[in-house]
Each structure stands twice: as C-alpha cells, then as structure tokens.
C-alpha cells in the first residue's frame, strides 16, 4: 500500500494496525495530529475509516478522484471514503450480499457531508442509462429537500440534521442505482415552536422568507423579515453569514423539480410551511371568566386559505377542548396557557406530518418495480448532542445512539472474540465497555425508563413530570448509571436540578430534564383540532390526518414506544446486512480550520470505542472467509485444486496454503468447517502475477513505442539541425559577397548585403528618431542612403511639426504668432529682445477697472485689444508724466486719468521708433498735417517688445517699425523737429541735455 503514495501521503500511518506504539492513545491522537496538519483527514483501522472534519473545501473530491478509486483494491490507495464506498459496492455484486454503511459522530463531525460524497461517488461511477440517471438525479436531490425541512443551524453545526434517516439505495443485476428509500425517524418537532438561544429553527422558513419571490410571498400573507414571526425569533439568530439561505432556496426549488414535485403540489407543500408561521403569531387574550379569545383575527383568515378550513371552526377548535365520554361530546373552554399549548401542539402535528408526507413523496420518485431482486446498499446516521439539560428528543437520540453503539460491538467487537474463541484459535482477550447494561436501563419490560415514562402517561390520576422522576428514583435507584439530585451525594447535588436526572451513556454522562416528557411522550392533539384538519381541502393535509384516528377507539402508541419499534426493526435490518463503518470527528468546537483540540478528540476517540477497536484489529487477523468461498476465490493458484477439489473443503484450503508457501504464524485454521482466517491473503500471490505479466506487457508495448518515437523525433532534430546549418552558411557567403561588392551598383552578389545594410539602418533610425522639433539629432547614412535619408529627415519634421501644429490651442497660436512677429522686428537689432523672449505675451497690462470709466465710456463701442501703463515726455521740456496707453481696432489712446490727452488714427501713424539699445523708449511718428494732431509722441514702456509688438500688429505697420542707432529724430509741431541721443553707458538715464536734446543712457545687455 505504502510504495505508490507521495511523501506527503506517508505523513504518519495510514492505517492505525500498522501504528508501532499501538496501544498508546497519544500515539494515536498524535497520528491524527499529523494528518490532519496536512490535510489528509482519513486514515484507517483495519476496514474501519476514522475521518476528522476539516471545516474547509478539499480537492479529494473531484471526478479524477472518483475514477482513482474506482475498482481499486481496498488498500492500493491511499485512505478514502471513496474506497469504503468502492469497498462495499464490489462487495455486493461479487459477493451478492447486502451491503450498509455506518456513519457515525458528534453534530459537525461530518456525517451528512460523507453521505453526499457517497452518493455523489455512485451516481459517477455506477454504470448509467436514461433511466438511471433520472434515479441518480433524484437520489442527489432528495438531500437538499430533506435538509431543508429537517436540518436546522444548532449551537454546534449550522446545518445539523433534526431526525434520523435510513436510505435504502437499490441496485439492478448490472450493478446500476435504480431506486431507493428513505425511512425518517424522531424529527425534533419541538423546534418549530422553540429554539435555544443561538440556534434556528428549520431552514425551510428562512430560504422561504428569503429566497421567495414577491408574488409568492403576497400569497401566503409573508413580508421578507423573520423578526415578524413569533415562531423565528426565540433564538435570536435569524440570520447566520455562514448560510446564504437566498442561494439555499433556489438549489431546494430545482430539486423539487427534479423528484417530481408539480406546480401545484409546490404551492399546496409551501402554503403548509407559511401557515406554520401564522400559527405562531396567533395571540390570545382571557375574557371576564378568564377563559382565552383569539386576538389575531387577521391570522386566522390566513390560516382559512393556506389550510383551506373554516376560519371560525379553526378559531373555536383553538380555544375549545373538546373530549367524548360515554358517547358524549363534551366541549370546555381553554384557558391562556392551554390555548398556547393547543396552538404549539397544532403547529408540531402539521409540520411533523407534512415532513413525514414529504419523505413519502420522495420514495414514491425514487420506488423500483422490477421482477428481479434488487440488492440494496445503506446509509445509517448517529447523531450525538451532548448539551445540558437535554430534552425528551435528545433522550431519544442518545438512545438511537447506544443502541448503533451496541451494534458497532456486536458486529466488531464482541462479534469478533467469540469468533476466534469458537473457532479455538489462541486469542489474548481485549477489555471494552459493552453498553447493553444501558440500552436495559433505557428498554426493559416494566423496569426500563421508557417503560416506566409510558406507565405514568397512561395512568389515571394527575401524572406530572415530577411524578415521573419520583417513579424513577422508586424503581432505578440502584442503578449505576442512574443519578438524581435526590440519589446524588452532596457534592454532586450542585450540578444537578431538582427536575433533572443524569444518565452515564457511553460518551459520557447527561444530565436530562423531565420537564415536558409527559406531554412530548404523549404527543397529543386535541380532537377538535384533528376534525378541523381532517375537514381540510389541501390534498397534503387531507393525507396527512386520516379520517381513522377520529374513529379508532384504541389509545395510539406512544412517541418513546413507537420509537423503540422501529429501532428495533432498524437494528433487524442491519444485523442482516454486511456493514462498513466510517468514524467521523470534529477537530474543534469552534468550526476552524487547521485547528485541533487534542482535548476533544481524545474525548471522541474514547467514546467512539477506537482504541478497542485497533487493539481487536492488532490481536487477530485482517481477513476471513468460509472455507468454501476462499477454495472456490483461490483455487487456481494450486494444481491440486484446479480445476476442481473433490475431498472436504478443509483439506482443500489446507493443500492450497501450503502449496502458497504461508508460514504457520501467517495463518491459522479454526476447527470448525466454515471460517478460515489469514493474515496475508493469497490473493496478492495471484495479484501479483496477473500484475506482473500486465505491467510487463505494458511495458514492453510502450519500449517499442518510445524507440519507435525517439528514432523518428531523432531523425526530425537531425534534418533541422543540418537544414539550420545550410542556412547559416549561405547567409554567411552571402554578406560576405555582398561587402566585397557594396560600392558597385545593385547587382545579385551584392542585393541581399544591400537590403540589409537598409534594414539595420532603417531599424536604427526607428530606434532613433528625434523625440521633437528641437531635437536636430538624425542617424549617419550608409553612402547608398543619404539621399533617402535627407527625404526621410524631411518628412520627420514635416511631420513632428504638423503633430505639434495640430496639438496646440488657439490661445497658444496666437502667442506664437506675435512671437514671430517680435522675432521678426527686433531678433538681434534690439539689445533687449533675448530677454523678452521667455516672457509671454498678455493679452492686456491693465484691466478694465483699472481705467477710468469716463475713458471707456468716450470709447463707445470700440474694443479695448491691450492698455499698457507708459511714461510720456514732454515734446519741449522732456518732462516726464505718467499715462496709460490704450489700443483699440483702429487708435492709439495716449490717456491721462480720466481724460484722452491724444488719438492717434492708425492711417496717421506713418512710423515707430525705437533704440537698439537696451532703453524702454519709443517714438510714434505722427502725420503732421493733421491739426487734430500734436506732432510725434515720446513714451517708455516696461514692456517696451510687447507693447510694440501689438501696436505693429493692430495698426499693420511691422514694416514701419525702424530700430535706430545713436540717435531719433521726431517732430515737435508746427515744423520743428526733436533729437533723442542714445549713448551706451552703465545704467539707465534719461535727462535732457544742454544742447536741448533727450539723452538716454543705456547698458548694452548683447554684443551684436
């Protein structure tokens, strides 16, 4: 088993027989440890699986697995659930004997999740028809119906099943699933009408409220809030992160549809569930005489039409009891309590027989008929809770789980000694705790607790809860798994109540509280509610209360009797099957991953009864059959047995062994006619051949192939290689040719160097293009490209100028523009120009409240295109005055404060004048003869590039813009003329001269 694993499969033992320290529960609890630290969660004792929940998704479960496993022998993989199923289902075609499959652990130890893998496992690999696959369809789909009408989130497990379920899966003579049955027993009917803090009540009433459409949910009278429903709030949990009941709803609706369920069916099934709902909120108030009225008149109606029954008749059966005696009908009124009791009863009755319906309705989709019969295949669950106090249904539980319990040792533990005691082979006994003094405690005639339960109900006079645990304490006293608070000694009355008695199970010791016993044992519903149901018209309803109760006389069993029925008819059927067993376990109580509680699990590893069962398995010999059935298995492998065996089948098996070479302590024989036993199975001898001849064939079958593929893959490598290299050597003649040949013109020996030398350039250059306009950088030419490179270098710039032309904004055209235009005028005659050149052109240097309004009100109409504040001198005496100087479309404005000092039309601006000096002066030449006119205006500006720059342009005299050198001639008026001397010096001056001339001093910024 061990040599076709991986490494991280031998982490441990995989089978605990094979564990050295085999006797130590560290040991044990230890190996678990280390598996379950790298998510191997199953491992073996013997045929027996111990699985350990992970709480986390795995990816053992995929198709690829199911096939690994499928028809592989039991221990040549590694541990499986899987194999189990594989196990059990050749063990039923070859051997023809039924098979059932034991799942047992605490709530969340994984139980329900097995069964789903199981039945998943079969509906892949079992072989399939048209037929089949509808049965296979529903088989998978009864789970998520069952689940959520019976499992409910508890403290312990979110999705913890409520009852206990038997499946009987059938199996045609082909080995196919062609049908099934369900068989439920005990579902905590108790939950519909109250939860324990935390936890909920069926999932069905959440997936409904959540998951319901709107128009569905307008006809059964439902709003999407579970705090409105008195029934959903006594847990305080309505909503769980870790259940998405909307999704829920939805895959529960798809598999009523795949059972069989029709439309109608749906509607009449949910109208059920939602008139559950509507009971709860049924309220009740006491009248003068203090008998109970119903308040919820609303609800009532709702009840009408879900449960299609006389609203006033539902209402009066309510709060009325109706009792014959003596052939007479006697009707009293209810008081509060009894009214809430009735009300509590009505709803258990009709959700526990509508779930009953239910299981019914899924066997009628999955029943076979055929001539032939059909081997069956089973699926049993235990559920332990170990929660304090527990109630009348977990008394029950607890008893279907020391009755599984007892099952396990019968068919393992017990079982198995007697075996090898009868059979007189040397055996070392091993010590167990057998449980059957419990299930007498719990069953016996007249002295049992169920016995006695059901005496106090039946009894006349006034039997209480109390009354039971007195009878009990009378008649049980002694018994020393048996403990009341009256029993207890001092130290143990603290942990228990008045009302309490404690049993020690074989998982350990709970206590149970009697309250309720009585009631829930009797399981009754008054008479005049059962007429009212009886008299309903929804076809489930109708089915579910017989009109025959209202006319049986005789007083119908009671809940623990019916229950210890079919426990024992459940426990007939498994004793006749062979069973499989898988151990599931919880890690932890919290649900997290990768967390183990070494506490818990040797809790669980004590009361699963592990260590027995290794040490049984370690004690005796891990196979056995009838001396029949192995000669008929085996006989092949021996001469003397083959074909046929004519002398007793004793003397056969013993020819055959020893013909295999087994030495003495690898077998024994018992002296009895029918069992033999051995250790190693002659089955691997005769494996072992057929594999070694198998493999072998394989083998040599894939050798001819690989020389076959390595010849030809040979061959290819070579032809490429010899192709590669007839390649490289033309390239290489070529481009030698084509150098020794690149200055002639394009012939044929130097072509191929030619494109390349064109390519790599090319390439080069693509690698290499100028990033923008100013970028002047351009790859060197081979001779035969220069002209096709000056074309190329042309196109790049044309273009690179027509991407920047098309990218720019028209506020940043028109900067450009006058850009040029300065450029163009004083670009190296103006000592001043380079400075201005990283300045920006605005579109004015004065704002509008910055000129006085009389000024702008004299303009009229006319547009203000750029006003600059300027210095003006005087045309006599120089003197120097501040003013503003406005532009318009069609005049230069000279304007001081609030009045026009001069207009100048551009038609009379005959020129401008300025220095190539670094000064800030310029002179606007006037046309004389106009009298409006007072001759030539001298003014400075700060902005002297600028402002000359706009001016040229809005009176369109760029070319009439005349840089002087040393001096400026302008026109005073009336003839007379005015000089203006330009000197160079070190800084700026402006004075006038002797000789009555301007002199401007100014520093030379450039050499020109």
């Known amino acids: 088993m061990e040599s076709a694993l991986t490494a991280r499969d031998r982490v441990g033992v995989q089978d605990f027989v094979l564990l050295e320290n085999f006797t130590s529960e560290a040991a044990f609890i230890e190996n678990l440890r280390k598996r379950f630290k790298e998510n191997l969660i199953y491992t073996y004792i013997g045929s027996v699986l111990v699985s350990v929940n992970p709480y986390k998704e795995l990816e053992i479960y995929t198709k690829q697995n199911m096939e690994r496993y499928r028809g592989v022998s039991f221990y040549e993989v590694s541990p499986h659930l899987y194999a189990i199923a594989d196990n059990s289902y050749r063990s039923l075609r070859t051997e023809r004997r039924d098979q059932c499959i034991l799942i047992s652990g605490e709530s969340g130890a994984g139980k329900t999740e097995a069964t789903k893998r199981i039945l998943q496992y079969y509906a892949v690999t079992c072989p399939a028809s048209q037929q089949v696959?509808?049965?296979?369809?529903?088989?998978?789909?009864?789970?998520?119906?069952?689940?959520?009408?019976?499992?409910?989130?508890?403290?312990?497990?979110?999705?913890?099943?409520?009852?206990?379920?038997?499946?009987?899966?059938?199996?045609?003579?082909?080995?196919?699933?062609?049908?099934?049955?369900?068989?439920?027993?005990?579902?905590?009917k108790s939950r519909v009408v109250h939860q324990n803090h935390g936890e909920r009540n069926f999932h069905i009433f959440y997936q409904l409220l959540e998951g319901g459409e709107e128009d569905l949910l307008r006809r059964l009278g439902l709003e999407k809030n579970p705090q409105q429903y008195h029934y959903l709030v006594k847990g305080h949990c309505a909503r769980v992160s870790s259940i998405n009941d909307k999704n829920e709803w939805k895959i529960m609706r798809r598999a009523l549809s795949v059972i069989g369920f029709n439309d109608s069916e749906v509607e009449d099934l949910l109208s059920i569930v939602a008139s559950v709902l509507h009971l709860g909120n049924v309220q009740f108030a006491a009248d003068e005489q203090g008998n109970a009225q119903v308040t919820t008149e609303n609800q009532i109606k709702y009840l009408a039409r879900l449960l299609a029954v006389d609203g006033s008749v539902l209402r009066d059966a309510l709060i009325h009891k109706k009792i014959i005696a003596k052939g007479e009908e006697l009707v009293s009124p209810l008081n509060l309590e009894q009214a809430a009791y009735a009300r509590d009863a009505l709803a258990k009755a009709v959700y526990g027989r509508t779930f009953s319906w239910l299981v019914s309705k899924v066997n009628k989709s999955l029943a076979y008929k055929a001539s032939e019969p059909a081997v069956c295949e089973f699926h049993a669950f235990m559920i332990i809770f170990l929660i304090f106090p527990c109630s009348f249904e977990q008394f029950c539980i607890n008893y279907c789980n020391e009755k599984l319990q007892q099952l396990f040792i019968e068919l393992t533990l017990k079982s198995e000694q007697e075996e090898y005691e009868s059979e007189g082979i040397a055996w070392e006994p091993v010590q167990y705790f057998n449980n059957k003094i419990i299930c007498d405690l719990v069953e016996e005639k007249f002295k049992g607790i169920i016995s006695i339960l059901d005496e106090e109900c039946l009894r006349p006079g006034d039997a209480t809860d109390t009354t039971f645990l007195e009878k009990l304490e009378e008649t049980v006293k002694n018994h020393p798994h048996f403990l009341t608070h009256k029993l207890a000694d001092q130290k143990t009355r603290k942990s228990l109540g008045r009302e309490e008695f404690r049993l020690s199970h074989y998982a350990g010791d709970v206590t149970y509280s009697v309250?309720?016993?009585?009631?829930?044992?009797?399981?009754?519903?008054?008479?005049?509610?059962?007429?009212?149901?009886?008299?309903?018209?929804?076809?489930?309803?109708?089915?579910?209360?017989?009109?025959?109760?209202?006319?049986?006389?005789?007083?119908?069993?009671?809940?623990?009797?019916?229950?210890?029925?079919?426990?024992?008819?459940?426990?007939?059927?498994?004793?006749?099957?062979?069973?499989?067993?898988?151990?599931?376990?919880?890690?932890?109580?919290?649900?997290?991953?990768?967390?183990?509680?070494?506490?818990?699990?040797?809790?669980?590893?004590?009361?699963?009864?592990?260590?027995?069962?290794?040490?049984?398995?370690?004690?005796?010999?891990?196979?056995?059959?009838?001396?029949?059935?192995?000669?008929?298995?085996?006989?092949?492998?021996?001469?003397?047995?083959?074909?046929?065996?004519?002398?007793?089948?004793?003397?056969?098996?013993?020819?055959?062994v020893k013909h295999l070479g087994y030495k003495p302590e690898e077998y024994k024989m018992g002296r009895s006619l029918q069992i033999a036993a051995l250790l190693a199975i002659p089955a691997t001898k005769m494996q072992a051949t057929w594999r070694g001849f198998y493999r072998r064939k394989k083998f040599l079958t894939m050798k001819r192939s690989a020389i076959t593929i390595q010849s030809w893959w040979r061959g290819t490598l070579g032809r490429r290689k010899a192709a590669?290299?007839?390649?490289?050597?033309?390239?290489?003649?070529?481009?030698?040719?084509?150098?020794?040949?690149?200055?002639?013109?394009?012939?044929?020996?130097?072509?191929?160097?030619?494109?390349?030398?064109?390519?790599?350039?090319?390439?080069?250059?693509?690698?290499?293009?100028?990033?923008?306009?100013?970028?002047?950088?351009?790859?060197?030419?081979?001779?035969s490209l220069c002209e096709a490179s000056q074309l190329l270098r042309r196109l790049c710039m044309q273009n690179m100028v027509w991407s920047y032309c098309k990218r720019i904004s028209p506020e940043w055209k028109q900067q450009l523009e006058q850009k040029v235009i300065a450029s163009e005028i004083f670009k190296g005659k103006k000592d001043n120009y380079p400075q201005s050149v990283p300045r920006l052109f605005i579109n004015t240097r004065l704002g509008r409240e910055e000129i006085n309004a009389k000024v702008l009100q004299a303009l009229e109409n006319e547009a203000l295109k750029y006003a600059v504040p300027v210095v003006k001198y005087d045309r006599k005496g120089y003197k120097a005055r501040a003013r503003q100087l406005l532009l318009t479309q069609s005049s230069a404005i000279v304007v001081e404060e609030s009045k026009i000092k001069q207009r100048i039309d551009y038609c009379n601006l005959t020129g401008i004048s300025v220095s190539s000096l670094s000064d800030n002066l310029f002179v606007l030449h006037v046309h004389c003869e106009d009298n409006k006119q007072k001759g030539d205006v001298v003014l400075q500006s700060d902005h002297v590039i600028e402002t000359l720059t706009k001016a040229a342009i809005l009176a369109n005299k760029i070319n009439n813009v005349n840089i002087n050198q040393g001096s400026i001639k302008f026109t005073v008026g009336q003839g007379k003329e005015g000089i203006i001397d330009f000197i160079s010096g070190s800084e700026l001056l402006i004075a006038k001269a002797k000789n009555g001339h301007l002199t401007v001093v100014a520093p030379r910024l450039n050499s020109r």
């Open 515 to 656: 309250a309720g016993f009585l009631d829930k044992n009797n399981d009754l519903l008054f008479r005049n509610l059962k007429e009212t149901m009886c008299n309903s018209e929804n076809p489930i309803i109708n089915q579910c209360f017989d009109r025959t109760e209202l006319t049986d006389k005789k007083r119908p069993e009671t809940a623990a009797t019916q229950f210890k029925n079919s426990l024992s008819k459940l426990m007939e059927i498994l004793m006749s099957k062979e069973p499989s067993y898988i151990r599931c376990m919880k890690p932890n109580d919290a649900k997290q991953a990768d967390r183990f509680d070494e506490v818990l699990i040797r809790h669980q590893v004590k009361y699963l009864g592990l260590m027995e069962n290794l040490r049984v398995r370690r004690a005796g010999f891990a196979y056995r059959r009838k001396y029949e059935m192995f000669l008929q298995r085996y006989k092949s492998l021996c001469p003397e047995t083959w074909p046929t065996w004519d002398g007793r089948p004793h003397d056969g098996v013993a020819v055959l």
């Open 133 to 188: 696959e509808t049965v296979k369809d529903r088989l998978l789909q009864s789970n998520p119906v069952l689940e959520a009408f019976g499992n409910a989130k508890t403290l312990r497990n979110d999705n913890s099943s409520r009852f206990g379920k038997y499946m009987d899966v059938q199996f045609d003579y082909r080995g196919a699933p062609v049908g099934g049955h369900i068989l439920n027993y005990l579902l905590e």
């Open 724 to 783: 590669k290299r007839k390649w490289a050597v033309e390239t290489i003649r070529r481009f030698i040719k084509g150098f020794i040949y690149r200055n002639h013109p394009r012939c044929p020996e130097n072509e191929y160097f030619l494109d390349y030398i064109r390519f790599s350039f090319l390439m080069n250059l693509k690698r290499n293009l100028p990033k923008n306009v100013l970028d002047k950088s351009w790859p060197t030419p081979p001779p």
